[in-house]
T-cell receptor, first 114, second 116 residues
Framework: AQSVAQPEDQVNVAEGNPLTVKCTYS??????LFWYVQYPNRGLQFLLK??????LVKGSYGFEAEFNKSQTSFHLKKPSALGSDSALYFC????????????FGKGTRLSVIA | GAGVSQSPSNKVTEKGKDVELRCDPI?????LYWYRQSLGQGLEFLIY????????KSGLPSDRFSAERTGGSVSTLTIQRTQQEDSAVYLC??????????????FGPGTRLLVL
């Protein structure tokens, strides 16, 4: 069965500094990988996804993520954090084959400090 | 265009009562998903509808939970005889037909359920 690990419950970063939110996954075969962001009292908003091809995926709000097959990771990154980036971030995975649900990590709370 | 909508946004009920939660997917989306988000937990898959196919109910935690989708559009999640552990945010998502799991799911704002 597929699974996602987000090893950090909380990440703190100073405004203007680069940020990384970590995600590792386990899946049979090739994965589809997603990042979502959740602001307080809101639903999840799609940020980006990896399907195939270029390992570096660019998404909304200046975020990007790099797929690393050997390390089974899909870390979310942004070169310069903004206060408005403070939110809860979820990584999710689904295998290419089969009809299985999207599996989410437990989320990482990002706090950008002014 | 309009996104996924859910109602009510908040629901407070007493233990033992039944509740119905509603989801309106994005127009034209044939796939619809329900998830539960409990405090400190990730999203827990509940049920999945795809077109006219039989739903995937593998995530429903007990037989008190059921869902239906009428006319391939609106969905209702029903929780019978609610328990305090049912308190959570219930999220609905929809996605367009096609792809083999690569399609993006778009989420509604959720219904926050509190069982007293």
């Amino acid at each position: 069965a597929q699974s996602v690990a987000q090893p950090e419950d909380q990440v703190n970063v100073a405004e203007g500094n680069p940020l990384t939110v970590k995600c590792t996954y386990s899946v049979s075969g090739n994965p589809y990988l997603f990042w979502y962001v959740q602001y307080p009292n809101r639903g999840l908003q799609f940020l980006l996804k990896y399907i195939t091809g270029d390992n570096l995926v660019k998404g909304s709000y200046g975020f990007e993520a790099e797929f690393n097959k050997s390390q089974t990771s899909f870390h979310l990154k942004k070169p310069s954090a903004l206060g408005s980036d403070s939110a809860l971030y979820f990584c999710a995975v689904r295998p290419h084959s089969g009809n299985t649900p999207l599996v989410f990590g437990k989320g990482t709370r990002l706090s950008v400090i002014a | 265009g309009a996104g996924v909508s859910q109602s009510p946004s908040n629901k407070v009920t007493e233990k033992g009562k039944d509740v119905e939660l509603r989801c309106d997917p994005i127009s034209g989306h044939t796939a619809l998903y329900w998830y539960r988000q409990s405090l400190g937990q990730g999203l827990e898959f509940l049920i999945y509808f795809q077109g006219n196919s039989a739903p995937d109910k593998s995530g429903l935690p007990s037989d008190r939970f059921s869902a239906e989708r009428t006319g391939g559009s609106v969905s209702t999640l029903t929780i019978q005889r609610t328990q305090q552990e049912d308190s959570a945010v219930y999220l609905c998502a929809s996605s367009s037909q096609g792809g083999q799991g690569m399609e993006t799911q778009y989420f509604g704002p959720g219904t926050r359920l509190l069982v007293l």
